[in-house]
Nanobody
Framework: QGQLVESGGGLVQAGGSLRLSCAAS????????MGWFRQAPGKEREFVAS???????TYYADSVNGRFTISRDNKNTLYLQMNSLKPEDTAVYYC???????????????WGQGTQVTVSS
């Protein structure tokens, strides 16, 4: 059974940077799309970024394009580098994996437990 474990969240001032990590284990994810979602209080969980493990093609939500970078290494770890952070980026960030994609929550097969990111103004 696959497992995703996030780390790297925290409190940062507006304009700062954070890097989130997601360690994938328990199964082979090489044929999966991997991604990040976020959920702010009172809002629905929304897509942030995704990457195909095998092709490294990447996709970003318009709200983070140009500021966030998704990547992965060859040791089953997914990353989200977040630069120029804004208060509206404050949310719980979730790692996700889906065999048929991860750009919608309905496609996700595996979720991490989430990590809090708080951006102060």
């Amino acid at each position: 059974q696959g497992q995703l474990v996030e780390s790297g969240g925290g409190l940062v001032q507006a304009g700062g940077s954070l890097r989130l990590s997601c360690a994938a284990s328990g199964r082979t994810f090489s044929d999966y799309a991997m991604g990040w979602f976020r959920q702010a209080p009172g809002k629905e969980r929304e897509f942030v970024a995704s990457i195909r493990w095998s092709t490294i093609n990447t996709y970003y939500a318009d709200s983070v394009n140009g500021r966030f970078t998704i990547s992965r290494d060859n040791k089953n770890t997914l990353y989200l580098q977040m630069n120029s952070l804004k208060p509206e980026d404050t949310a719980v960030y979730y790692c996700a994996a889906g065999q048929w994609g991860v750009r919608r929550t309905s496609l996700v097969d595996y979720w991490g437990q989430g990590t809090q990111v708080t951006v102060s103004s």
